[in-house]
């Protein structure tokens, strides 16, 4: 019989990945809290929440609960002319956490089509408003929105991982990131200059749509709340929507419910998904406001136009009330605010280290930005010899651990980062020396600093 790893590499192809030659990923029999547990027996701490999405951790037995119940009644119907508890419930809880004024929900298979669901209806609520040369997006560079096709073209459109794709993507507006961060006042030469682009082309643009103070997978970066309040302002002011992905910033991973909280501004529209299940089931939504719906609705053809095969599946329906309401009656602020504290302390221990260009933490995040790219298959190795689960993209290497986890996890999933990290620069060096050797440069200890 074929092991894992040989059916995988026989037919499988996974995301962000050549067949030529694949990186040999690692087969998880089971999971449970912070751990995944590999097929040749290693325990490793997970330090991505998968995707940032198992914010409870794994097999959680309120959450499998409710799964199981669901089950034995219907695990899917089609949305389209039916409904079902879960759904009309969860809508209901999702009104209810988000900002105040997003009444109506969208719901989707996943945060890239909750996001292709926000531009069509940023674009149809402006047709039927008589104004159809409303057709274009303005997005921040740096962003990232997920990987279909609409999603794509509002992600960095040169330094973003979809620029093989620029030729062929619709073309949009784009304002550079802010330089302010947060904590730190707005810009006024970034305003000044989304004021210009806004002035000239607001009668071509539907929708603003950014991340709310938190970049993700375009560079984790956390940029001022206030810049985000008062280009919200300037887009009331110049008739363009407001769209706030939330997918990874949504249900307290910064510190604060949503991202929105940050600057106290309620958006068109919002797109949620990722821990919105608490890594059990694939679910996303788009909520949006009475008038944006409301309009919508009256204009031609009379209803919105996007319905997805699997939309409000019932289990997922039924797992994300279980997970909100997980979150909702958890100290899940404190548990973040108790990660953000101990990376400040411990994860900047790197900060010195000459490789490293800067260390940034906000709420459960925290982020070890590199001058140079890291090797993903010589890095992922020395993560897992540690004991942990790290999967850095470019430049960077970061961490965004379930809530759940306690100071003993957080600290050797530090540790074992930072280890991990040192080894790899190490060998960096090393290799440098050898192909470049230069009289006076030290050989340099190589054991691994202190977390």
Request: negative net charge; proline residues 6%; glycine residues 10%.
């Given at each position: 019989?074929?092991t894992?790893?040989e059916?995988?590499?026989?037919?499988?192809?996974?995301?962000?990945?050549?067949v030529?030659?694949p990186?040999?990923?690692y087969p998880?029999?089971?999971?449970?809290g912070?751990?995944?547990?590999?097929?040749s027996?290693?325990?490793?701490?997970?330090?991505?929440?998968?995707?940032?999405?198992?914010?409870?951790g794994y097999?959680?037995?309120?959450?499998?609960?409710?799964?199981?119940?669901?089950?034995?009644?219907?695990a899917?119907?089609?949305f389209?002319?039916l409904?079902?508890r879960?759904a009309?419930?969860?809508?209901?809880?999702?009104?209810?956490l988000?900002?105040e004024?997003?009444?109506?929900?969208f719901?989707?298979?996943?945060g890239?089509v909750?996001?292709?669901?926000?531009?069509?209806?940023?674009?149809?609520?402006?047709?039927?408003?008589g104004?159809?040369?409303k057709?274009?997006?303005?997005?921040?560079?740096?962003g990232?929105?997920g990987?279909?096709?609409h999603?794509?073209?509002?992600?960095?459109?040169?330094?973003g991982?979809?620029?093989?794709?620029?030729?062929?993507l619709?073309?949009?507006?784009?304002?550079?990131r802010?330089?302010a961060?947060l904590?730190?006042p707005?810009?006024p030469?970034d305003?000044?200059?989304a004021?210009?682009l806004l002035e000239?082309?607001?009668?071509?643009?539907a929708?603003l749509?950014?991340?709310?103070?938190v970049?993700g997978a375009?560079?984790?970066?956390f940029?001022?709340?206030?810049?985000l309040?008062q280009?919200?302002a300037?887009?009331?002011r110049y008739?363009?929507l407001?769209i706030f992905?939330?997918i990874?910033?949504?249900?307290g991973?910064t510190?604060?419910?949503?991202?929105?909280?940050?600057?106290?501004?309620?958006p068109?529209?919002?797109?949620v998904?990722?821990a919105?299940t608490?890594?059990?089931?694939?679910?996303?939504?788009?909520l949006?406001?009475d008038?944006?719906?409301?309009?919508l609705?009256?204009?031609?053809p009379?209803?919105?136009?996007?319905?997805p095969?699997?939309m409000?599946?019932?289990?997922?329906?039924?797992v994300?009330?279980?997970s909100l309401?997980?979150?909702?009656?958890s100290?899940?602020?404190?548990?973040?605010l108790?990660?953000?504290?101990?990376?400040?302390e411990?994860?900047?221990?790197c900060e010195?280290w000459?490789?490293v260009a800067d260390?940034?933490?906000?709420?459960?995040?925290?982020?070890?930005?590199?001058?140079?790219?890291?090797?993903?298959?010589?890095?992922t190795?020395?993560?897992v010899?540690?004991g942990?689960?790290v999967?850095?993209f470019?430049k960077?290497?970061?961490?965004?651990p379930?809530?759940?986890?306690?100071?003993?996890?957080l600290?050797?999933?530090?540790?074992?980062?930072?280890?991990?990290?040192?080894?790899?620069?190490?060998q960096?060096r090393?290799?440098?020396v050898?192909?470049?050797?230069v009289d006076g440069?030290p050989?340099?200890?190589s054991?691994?600093?202190?977390?």
């Amino acid at each position: 019989m074929a092991t894992t790893s040989e059916l995988d590499a026989a037919y499988v192809w996974h995301p962000y990945s050549s067949v030529h030659p694949p990186l040999a990923p690692y087969p998880v029999v089971s999971a449970e809290g912070v751990r995944l547990y590999l097929e040749s027996g290693e325990g490793l701490i997970d330090g991505m929440s998968s995707w940032w999405c198992a914010i409870h951790g794994y097999n959680h037995p309120a959450l499998n609960d409710a799964l199981h119940a669901q089950v034995d009644r219907m695990a899917h119907v089609m949305f389209g002319g039916l409904t079902h508890r879960p759904a009309a419930k969860l809508a209901e809880m999702l009104v209810e956490l988000t900002p105040e004024g997003l009444n109506k929900v969208f719901f989707a298979d996943s945060g890239s089509v909750s996001v292709e669901v926000a531009l069509k209806m940023a674009i149809q609520y402006w047709q039927a408003r008589g104004e159809p040369g409303k057709t274009k997006m303005l997005a921040l560079r740096g962003g990232y929105h997920g990987d279909t096709f609409h999603a794509m073209s509002v992600c960095d459109p040169v330094t973003g991982m979809h620029h093989l794709f620029s030729g062929v993507l619709p073309k949009q507006y784009f304002l550079d990131r802010p330089r302010a961060k947060l904590g730190e006042p707005a810009d006024p030469d970034d305003l000044d200059a989304a004021e210009a682009l806004l002035e000239a082309h607001a009668d071509k643009i539907a929708a603003l749509i950014v991340e709310p103070v938190v970049q993700g997978a375009g560079g984790m970066y956390f940029y001022s709340a206030q810049y985000l309040e008062q280009l919200c302002a300037l887009c009331r002011r110049y008739n363009v929507l407001v769209i706030f992905d939330e997918i990874a910033t949504g249900f307290g991973r910064t510190g604060r419910l949503f991202g929105a909280d940050w600057a106290g501004v309620v958006p068109d529209i919002m797109c949620v998904g990722k821990a919105l299940t608490g890594g059990y089931m694939t679910l996303a939504a788009t909520l949006t406001t009475d008038e944006v719906a409301e309009t919508l609705s009256q204009g031609e053809p009379g209803v919105f136009m996007h319905g997805p095969t699997f939309m409000g599946n019932p289990l997922a329906c039924s797992v994300a009330i279980a997970s909100l309401s997980l979150l909702t009656g958890s100290p899940w602020k404190e548990q973040v605010l108790a990660i953000e504290s101990f990376f400040k302390e411990h994860l900047t221990a790197c900060e010195t280290w000459e490789e490293v260009a800067d260390v940034r933490v906000l709420g459960a995040i925290g982020v070890i930005e590199l001058k140079e790219a890291v090797d993903l298959a010589a890095i992922t190795p020395l993560f897992v010899e540690r004991g942990v689960w790290v999967r850095p993209f470019g430049k960077l290497v970061y961490l965004m651990p379930p809530y759940i986890i306690d100071r003993e996890d957080l600290g050797l999933l530090v540790e074992g980062t930072l280890g991990a990290l040192w080894t790899w620069l190490e060998q960096v060096r090393q290799s440098a020396v050898t192909a470049s050797p230069v009289d006076g440069i030290p050989d340099g200890d190589s054991d691994e600093p202190d977390a």
